[in-house]
């Protein structure tokens, strides 16, 4: 099984993709012309969730372009490897920090935040990777929050699929699909959000 964390074609990928990364989230570009019923009122529920979330010493882990991080409340600090997307997401957290580091490797004391929260992260990561950073996550908060997507019917579970930029060029990335159910029951948790988009899943040590 390919890595995602460890992987330069990752960095490369999501380095590229990062000014058009919220076209995913707001249909528009590529993803205008996909069905996807429902699929903006349930990016509006998501907003809503992660606004839900009790304020926290936060740190968001992968944290793309901040389209979710921007909605966490409390002390927030954002984490990715890609530097365009750190910048847009520091954009987007006025009162919080944006930074580069490896969530793999997470450049904190033990418990220096309350909470980590990670969106569509974990779910591309293979089994290795998945339990580094689950390890990673209990060491520097109590609280997990993953956030994912839906495995939807007919969908299948785990793909290696084919990604295209707006300037075609072409990626590969590896992708599961998760119910809230099976999240919950990997990082030993509760589902918290069972959309037909989105799941997320909560545990503590
Ligand atoms: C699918 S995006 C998710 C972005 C955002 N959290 C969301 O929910 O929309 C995956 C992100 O993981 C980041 N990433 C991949 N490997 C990483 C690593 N080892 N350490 C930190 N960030 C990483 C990528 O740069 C990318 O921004």
Redesign the pocket.
Known sequence: MPS???DPG??TY??QR?AE?DE??ESLGRFASRPRPGWDAEVDDLCRFVHALAPARTL??????G???RHLRGFVVA????PS?VTLTQRRLPAGIAMR????DLPFADDSFERVF????YG?LPPAERAVFLGEARRVANELVV?DTALRPGETAEQLQERILNDGSRHHVFKRFLSAEQLADEIGGQPVLAGDWFVAAAASR
């Not at 968001?60 to 372009?65: E, H, I, Q």
């Open positions: 995602f964390a460890r990752t960095a999501y380095e990062a990364y995913w989230y968001d882990v992968a944290c793309g372009s389209f979710l991080t984490l990715d490897q890609s997307m580091g490896d969530a793999l990670t969106g569509h992260f591309h956030v």
